[in-house]
């Protein structure tokens, strides 16, 4: 949404960064000429990542109004809405091909532990059922632009059960600290991000999460290599590295 993350400062919403692309479209175009963009365009991947700061730092945030406007379910589809109308916009720019990600199991970041005084570390469970119940109501949204959208190529990133599946073993992805930030104060180090002056843990490579929500290089590494090499359950219908290779059988 145009406010999300407002609360942390300057942001570029999606729509704006759409807006910035018709820009850098059009340089493009003057540098190598209509047809070669279109090509260009036609054989590249666009990449998006959205969706936690809409509820963690906008609908759930302290003093917000939305829940006084919406329903939970009534905000979802919002979201949905929103976000499947700026995948049509982005189509009509010449981008044809999407890689998208739904939410993560945010329920088990630090933040969200200490603001909902977790028990031990466990996840906050319903706010892991709320990204898991968007995710089943945008991916058939996705996919289902296949049918309405000539020479489109989509791949839902389910980075849900990318995390969920690092958290039912976090040994045998070299973790030791799943529940507390390597840099952060307050419980679990969940309270803001990490500043000058905060405490850093002695070893970065044991804990899951950097900061209050934020997971370490390491991970975004490992969750990339999950996606973007497999197929369902972490990405659908197809990994993203089979969105690739549909891609370059495409010709223009």
């Known amino acids: 949404m145009p406010y999300a993350g407002l609360n942390f400062g300057k942001v570029f919403s999606i729509d704006a960064q759409i ?3 018709a820009q850098v479209k059009q340089q493009i175009v003057a540098l190598i000429g209509a047809n070669a963009t279109e090509r260009l365009l036609y054989r590249s991947i666009f990449y ?3 969706g936690s700061n809409d509820w963690l730092n906008t609908y759930f945030f302290p003093g917000s109004p939305l829940p006084h406007l919406y329903t939970r379910t009534q905000y979802r589809d919002v979201l949905i809405d929103k976000l499947i109308s700026q995948v049509k916009e982005l189509y009509n720019l010449g981008v ?3 890689a998208l990600t739904g939410l993560p199991a945010f329920g088990c970041a630090p933040s969200q532990l200490r603001a909902y005084k977790s028990v031990n570390g466990t996840c906050i469970a319903w ?3 709320l990204a898991r119940d968007y995710n089943d109501h945008l991916r058939p949204r996705l996919l289902g632009l296949v049918d309405e959208l000539p020479d489109s190529g989509f791949a839902f990133q389910n980075t849900y059960e990318a995390l969920e599946t690092v958290l039912r073993d976090p040994a045998a992805y070299g973790y030791t600290v799943v529940d507390t930030a390597c840099c952060g104060i307050g419980k679990y180090g969940g309270f803001l991000n990490c500043f000058q002056g ?7 490579q044991t804990h899951l999460f950097w900061d209050a929500y934020h997971s370490i290089s390491r991970f975004n590494e490992q969750l990339v290599d999950m996606v973007w090499n497999n197929g369902p359950p972490y990405s659908y219908p197809y990994s993203g590295k089979d969105l ?3 891609l370059r059988e ?3």
């Open 19 to 21: 807006q910035q692309f």
């Open 250 to 252: 495409k010709r223009l």
């Open 244 to 246: 690739i290779n549909l």
């Open 96 to 98: 044809r091909n999407i």
């Open 198 to 204: 905060f405490p850093v843990c002695k070893d970065v």
């Open 48 to 50: 998006i990542v959205s």
């Open 127 to 129: 706010l892991n059922d």
